[in-house]
């Protein structure tokens, strides 16, 4: 009975919470612009309030609002919309910090990387944003945030002096950022970003698969730590995102100038990274059915 109680009382909150973020989005999308809310839209209260602490980010309800604040900004084109977006890709490197350690920083780099994708995504923001409700969206917003939020993500990813790839520790995050963010932009958009976004592909769908990015000769070692820091980031449907993406690339024939420059040098390791996500299916399938 207890724990029937706590069920309900649960998706209560849920439901709370969702009615909460919608209509903080709707409020910021009709009245932000006339000063009403403060500086920036209502942006600067929203972060006092804590809307983009390491806590938010890393719960499903923080993502979900501060997915639901920036698309309230972003489909109306306010300015405040790259200040917040700057403060997502900030957290992407993040610096833990008392009271919260590693594992919660990083946590909070997987939301933050999440509610890039949540803003863009169709029913982003809910229902008081939509024209039906009277909202205000911009034609092709999501292509503009597409193109201006991009390179910053993209430069933490460039190869460093030693021609390595940037990032680091947290490159997973970047890597996590870019799918979640290409994944609700109009394909065009994307495929014209192609030679920044399909030579990370691979890597990317390493990475939401939980995997790290891995090679045919990677130590035990190594592919061990791979999979460790990669495992936060590991996201079912961004992963399937990431795949269509890759698709797209390999029969749409807008990217096939991209194709064609980063095919001698990528070509393999997309093959290799559909191949391993597609063993990896095929295991897991046999190993079902030998166990029922």
Known sequence: AVDAGGYTMGKQLG????????????????????????????????????LISVGALGSPAGVAAVGAMLRALAARADPAAALLAADLVAALSPSPSPPFGVAAAVSAAAGAAKALGAAMAPSGGGPGLTR???????????????TQT???IIAQLKPSGGGRGGGGAHRPAHLSALVHLARHAPIAAVLQAGDAVLPLLPEAMSTLAG???????????????AAERSAPFADPDALAAAVMLTAAFLA???????????????????????????????????????SS
């Open 252 to 290: 749409d024939p807008r990217g096939r100038d991209s194709l064609q420059r980063h095919a001698e040098e990528h070509a393999g390791a997309i093959v290799d990274a559909l191949c391993r996500l597609g063993a990896a299916g095929a295991v897991g399938s046999s190993s079902g059915s030998s």
């Open 211 to 225: 995997a790290g990015a891995l090679k045919e000769d990677t130590p035990a070692s190594a592919a061990a730590a």
């Open 150 to 152: 991009l390179p910053s």
């Open 15 to 50: 439901v709370v919470q969702r009615a909460a973020t919608e209509a903080m989005a709707s409020v910021v999308h009709k009245h932000g612009k006339s000063g009403c809310l403060g500086p920036d839209s209502g942006l600067s209260v929203a972060k006092v309030a804590g």
């Open 132 to 146: 039906a409700c009277h909202g205000s969206e911009k034609v092709i917003f999501r292509q503009r945030f597409f």
